[in-house]
């Protein structure tokens, strides 16, 4: 079993930052594959970001590229993403997740382990 827990979403102003955390337990966290995805009201649970086991390989939904950075430290067993330039239409509630895999998946069936999500909500 692997637990995530994510922290560090909030209320911002458009153009603004925020920097969302997700702190693992359990097992080897270098072992898993890390995305983070998000639900926004009334729409389905899309993927943002992932990056591999090392951190070597990362991939971005087409509308953060640029303005969003997936990182991870393995020392920490902590996987970041960095969001800049906020949209209000960032607005949802962000989930970390784990995939025990080598590779970076961008469907949500394919991650093993998810966090509770953090709200992040972006004002005009």
């Known amino acids: 079993q692997v637990q995530l827990v994510e922290s560090g979403g909030g209320l911002v102003q458009a153009g603004g930052s925020l920097r969302l955390s997700c702190a693992a337990s359990?097992?080897?966290?270098?072992?898993?594959?890390m995305g983070w995805f998000r639900q926004a009201p009334g729409k389905e649970r899309e993927f943002v970001a992932g990056?591999?086991?090392?951190?070597?390989?990362?991939y971005y939904l087409d509308s953060v590229k640029g303005r969003f950075t997936i990182s991870r430290d393995n020392a920490k067993n902590t996987a970041y993403l960095q969001m800049n330039s906020l949209k209000p239409e960032d607005t949802a509630v962000y989930y970390c997740?784990?995939?025990?895999?080598?590779?970076?998946?961008?469907?949500?069936?394919?991650?093993?382990?998810w966090g509770q999500g953090t709200q992040v909500t972006v004002s005009s």
């Open positions: 990056i591999s086991r090392s951190g070597g390989s990362t």
């Open positions: 997740a784990a995939r025990s895999s080598y590779t970076i998946n961008y469907t949500a069936r394919s991650y093993d382990y």
């Open positions: 359990g097992r080897t966290f270098s072992n898993y594959a």
